[in-house]
């Protein structure tokens, strides 16, 4: 192949090529010639605040843990806690026409889905409810849905007239 046929942009485009392989040639020589970053330099290492830094941790400061005190499951309940099951939430969501709502536990701040087969009386947003809580088939359900009625205060018995001692 001949070269006069090039024109005068071909001939730009090399030129540029062959300059851009020359540049990136001689970076890398230089990289090569002053590699003064070794494996040491690239560590990175964990304090124990759990923030990256660059020293070693010191030795002396080692925690001793022993295997049996981490649990990796679920806390034990306590078997003398006594949980109740009527629950006390309020009513955060309820569309009637597609008959189903939610509840917010007032407790655990939990949202609960309730459908309006489950419902004892008839509730909408914002009423005080109580419930059961069952798990259905996408989480907890709240079921025997009622509205919540102030417990009444029991009267205290009338004072006893005060008695009078009467000498005899």
Same mark, same amino acid.
């Given at each position: ?48 605040? +759990?923030? $990256? ?6 030795? %002396?400061?080692?925690?001793?843990? #022993?295997?049996?005190?981490? @649990? &990796? ?27 189903? +709502?939610? $509840? ?6 939990? %949202?609960?889905?309730?459908?309006? #087969?489950?419902?004892?009386? @008839? &509730? ?45």
């Amino acid at each position: 192949m001949s070269r006069s046929q090039e024109s005068f942009n071909k001939k730009e485009v090399r030129n540029k090529k062959e300059k851009k392989r020359k540049d990136k040639e001689m970076k890398k020589l230089t990289r090569k010639d002053n590699d003064k970053g070794s494996f040491d330099d690239m560590i990175a290492y964990v304090d124990e605040n +759990g923030m $990256i830094v660059s020293t070693p941790p010191d030795p %002396s400061l080692k925690k001793v843990i #022993n295997l049996e005190d981490i @649990e &990796i499951s679920i806390p034990k309940s306590d078997p003398n806690q006594v949980f109740d099951p009527i629950r006390k939430g309020s009513v955060t969501f309820f569309n009637t026409s597609k008959g189903f +709502g939610f $509840i917010r536990d007032l407790e655990t701040q939990e %949202s609960v889905f309730v459908h309006v #087969n489950n419902l004892l009386e @008839e &509730i909408k947003e914002g009423n005080l409810v109580n419930y059961e809580v069952e798990m259905g088939q996408k989480g907890p359900t709240a079921v025997q849905v009622k509205l919540y009625k102030e417990p009444k205060p029991v009267a205290a018995p009338p004072p006893a007239p005060p008695t009078q001692n009467l000498p005899e």
